[in-house]
Nanobody, 125 residues
């Protein structure tokens, strides 16, 4: 199995925190970048954050800077997205994706070729 596996979504109130997990399944993240995207029914898939597994470089969308952080457990091939101060507009299905983008394409969905099934995050006002 090549697809990563997401978990940790749920229903929370505005201002609450949530941590999403992306676990490698049948592979290692080494040599790849691992990213989070999110999508609602009325919007295209939107970049949230990414990390280059080897080296640890990180990127964040402006809409989540200062609220979301990334961490990883290299031994477990697991990446975490800590989401703080959640807002109703953060409501979406969150997808984990694996790819080898260059820096200028890290936020483009087409740069990634293994996608998880997604986990729903709902933030009530």
């Amino acid at each position: 199995q090549e697809q990563p596996v997401e978990s940790g979504g749920g229903l929370v109130q505005a201002g609450d925190s949530l941590r999403l997990t992306c676990a490698a399944s049948g592979r290692t993240f080494s040599g790849y970048s691992v990213a989070w995207f999110r999508q609602t029914p009325d919007k295209e898939r939107e970049f949230v954050a990414a990390i280059r597994w080897s080296g640890g470089n990180q990127w964040f969308a402006d809409s989540v800077k200062g609220r979301f952080t990334i961490s990883r457990d290299i031994a477990k091939n697991t990446m975490y997205l800590q989401m703080n101060s959640l807002k109703p507009e953060d409501t979406a299905v969150y997808f984990c994706a694996i790819g080898r983008p260059i820096q200028s394409t890290v936020a483009k969905p087409e740069s990634y070729y293994h996608w998880g099934q997604g986990t729903q995050v709902t933030v009530s006002s």
